[in-house]
């Protein structure tokens, strides 16, 4: 099978099929979902189940990546 002849690999121009494309938007799609969905839902849920909501002092202390002003 030859390429079409309008094609000019020389410059760069690559045509391929990538047949797993429909996999990996599926897997982020999932991916975010949790992320974003089930993450504030596990919070409510211990804001309810547990003790209430975490005090900026707790979160301060345990959660070091991001400075809460209190």
Known sequence: MEPDA???FEAGEVIYENKGVAEWVKFWKGSMIVA????PGFYLF????GDGTPSLQWMA????WADIPR
Not at 61 to 64: E, R
Request: proline share 0%.
């Open 6 to 8: 309008s094609l000019n």
């Open 36 to 39: 974003f969905g089930l993450t």
């Open 61 to 64: 202390d345990n959660w070091n």
């Open 46 to 49: 211990e804001t309810y189940a």
